[in-house]
């Protein structure tokens, strides 16, 4: 019987990582979305972006399970993420806005999740 290589071990935990960070940030990005709406009464392009980024993502990581295609999952993912940031960025105060830490976030993740 042959033992799996380290190879099939690395990517099987690339995988649940990438599905695992899918799920968290649709969930909560939906949360936000819905905090926004009825707690903070924000209306306008924000609280829309936040639910369409957990639909999405959400959709995208469900399209996973067919086409098992693991770099188009995880680049389509890091756009989204990246497109969601600076619009939520722009319409919250641009430059000056609390929300720009978030897409240094962006970046440093990508940049360690290929290490």
């Known amino acids: 019987m042959k033992v799996p290589g380290k190879d099939t071990y690395r990517i099987q935990d690339k995988i649940d990582l990438i ?3 899918n799920y968290n940030s649709s969930f909560f990005a939906a949360i936000f979305g819905l ?3 009825f707690f903070l009464d924000i209306k ?8 369409g980024y957990a639909f999405i993502n ?17 680049n389509s993912t890091s756009i989204l993420s990246m497109l969601g940031a600076i619009i939520i960025t ?10 720009v830490f978030v897409l240094a976030i962006i970046v440093f993740a990508g940049y360690v999740t290929t290490k």
């Open 90 to 99: 722009l319409y919250s105060g641009g430059i000056e806005s609390p929300f």
């Open 19 to 21: 599905l695992k960070v």
């Open 58 to 74: 959400l959709l995208n990581t469900l399209l996973y399970k067919q086409h098992e295609k693991l770099v188009f999952t995880y």
């Open 35 to 37: 905090v926004c709406f």
């Open 44 to 51: 306008g392009v924000i609280p829309y972006t936040f639910l």
